[in-house]
């Protein structure tokens, strides 16, 4: 028996977590060795400093938990062993883990458990943590180099890159799959666990797996490097520019940024589209990482790419849900009407995007990129997790008529597996931001807040998206000066509804905007705020005609019942197991009345359920949020066909 073999079905929550440091965006973060060039306008909260509360992030959050739990280290373990020439104690994960990308989920693992850590103060899963990072310690010990992988290849591999003899494509580097890739996740899941988790050993870990990759590319030149990052490398520039600023050595920020794959990065710099044909999340994670090494620089270059690349993504590539590509690349700008298949809209795609929003977030805090957020939040990342089993979808299907497919426990381990285990313990991240003298209420989730610096506690009661208001309840040992910012959405057509201390309060702000509340806050005050929510649809670009309903933030969709589905649930060792599946027709909506609120009405019983009324062709169909839709066929997108066509088709 190994020696963490439990399945753990039951986590316990505990609050007041204390981990001993912080993301360098966060508040408050002690672990830095190097002072930024840049200081951002706003900053996230570190995870320990926010509890969620009853509602569904929580759930999502709790069946996660179960999944990071009931994983065995030494099954994640066991490739780092055998390529290092060391006994393995227990046979490896299936999947992706031994098909070319060994070592993936352990790296995406060690980053969710410290993210549980750090939310819900669980020690079991920090003492597993701390339990990788020892072995980790011992591997690289017996390599004596600082190696420690479970790459493919192994040292054979790594001499010919050292030897400069590169054969590059867009997925392989000599031959294995994305190694760079793969050794990304490992460092980013070992800086995790020293910010979130406390554990000092993992930096240790990270520095000596750091200069042995300095070591390993010391004598390949300028061209052989770019033909190096032809092949998908991740977040390489992220990490190691992360590693200098806890370590403060600048020799691992000049090998950050050797990590720059000009062919992508440079058309950006000077706002030149260029995504068209692209893997799409092969280039989010180097953006990520030039915004990172702004902070750290200044280099306003940098900052430029980072912020064209997410308005290219965002404007011309992005589909209602918040998700971007098809076949997991970027199509011509703007045209999107025909790119609906089984295979849209990668998890892990969104799964940086909003890493990438939430940085821009912190150098302006602007509601476009909070939008954005909530958008993706809701309408992608809390909709891939089954709510059965807390499994996670690959692609995001937006072929109508198709349905979700989930992951395995045991099987699949697909970047969006690891990347999914990080997504639902991390809720907590971006509910709320601080500047100087200011809360930024930025998420409407119901949790609590541990403001420390100001010794505030504020509680954020709601059930959004389920009714239209949040309260806030502040409690403070004595009156306390702050101004409390809080978002009004770009949905939100019209003024928001506010009262403090259930007295209306005056404020005037515009959709798109935060409403500033600047006061002297007692205990127990009470701000209540209620957001006009209504139907309405969002067109296609590229074909009017096209269109998804939502009401707010939330995208609704169509339920389109069970047939021929997999017998069991759509569950799937292959991401690909079912995309090619056929589907029935699906409804067109015959109206000329562009307004949905004159054809859709609600259904008794739900506040975010309603129903069509007469347009449906066929039949009518009954609309519900696509964070709710699973184990069932759907459509998000809808054909508008005017009566008059109808009458000439005949129809």
Known sequence: MTRYRTLALVVLFALGASPTGAQPWTASNARLAVTPAVEPAVRGFPLDAVRLLEGPFLDAMHRDAAYILSLDPDRLLSGFYSESGLEPRALPYAGWETEGLGGHTLGHWMSAAAMLYAATGNEDVRARLAYVVDELEAIQAANGDGYASAIPGGPALWARI???????????????????????????????????????????????????????????????????????????????????????????????????????????????????????????????????????????????????????????????????????????????????????????????????????????????????YERALYNHILASQDPATGMFTYFMSLRPGHFKTYSTPEESFWCCVGSGMENHVRYGESIWFESADALYAVLFVHSELDWRRMGVRVRQETRFPDEPVTRFVVSVEHPTAFTLQVRHPSWADGPLGVRLNGEPLDGVSEPGSFLPIERTWSDGDTLEVRFPM????????????????????????????????????????????????PVPDIPVLMTADPDPRSWVRPLAGDPLVFHTVGVGRPYDVVLKPFFRTHHERYSVYWDVVPPSRMEEDGR
Not at 542 to 569: F, H, K, N, Q, W
Request: glycine share 10%; with cysteine; proline share 4%.
């Open 162 to 372: 050292r030897a400069g003899e590169i054969e590059a494509s867009g997925f392989r580097l000599n031959g294995v799959w994305a190694p760079w890739y793969t050794l990304h996740k490992q460092f980013a899941g070992l800086l995790e666990a020293y910010w979130s988790a406390g554990l000092d050993g993992a930096l240790d870990v990270a520095r000596a797996l750091a200069d042995w990759a300095e070591a390993t590319t010391a004598d390949l030149d300028p061209a052989e490097w770019q033909r190096m990052l032809a092949c998908e490398h991740g977040g390489m520039n992220e990490v190691l520019a992360d590693l200098y600023a806890v370590s403060g050595d600048r020799r691992y920020l000049e090998l950050s940024r050797k990590f720059h794959h000009d062919a992508v990065l440079g058309p950006m710099a000077r706002r030149i589209p260029n995504l068209q044909g692209l893997h799409g999340n092969t280039q989010i994670p180097k953006v990520i990482g030039l915004a990172r090494q702004y902070d750290l620089i200044g280099d306003d270059s940098l900052r430029t790419v980072a912020e064209f690349f997410w308005e290219q993504v965002v404007l011309d590539h992005t589909y209602v849900i918040g998700g971007n590509t098809m076949g997991e690349h970027f199509g011509e700008p703007g045209k999107l009407a025909d790119r609906l298949d089984a295979s849209t809209a990668e998890t892990c795609n969104t799964y940086n995007m909003l890493r990438l929003t939430r940085h821009l977030f912190t150098l302006e805090p602007r509601v476009r990129y909070a939008d954005f």
């Open 534 to 581: 209504d139907l309405r649809a969002e067109a296609m670009p590229d074909r009017p005609s096209r269109i998804a309903l939502l009401y707010g933030p939330i995208v609704l969709a169509g339920g389109l019942g069970t047939r021929d589905m997999p017998e069991g649930g759509a569950y799937a060792a292959s991401d690909t197991r079912y995309v090619k599946e």
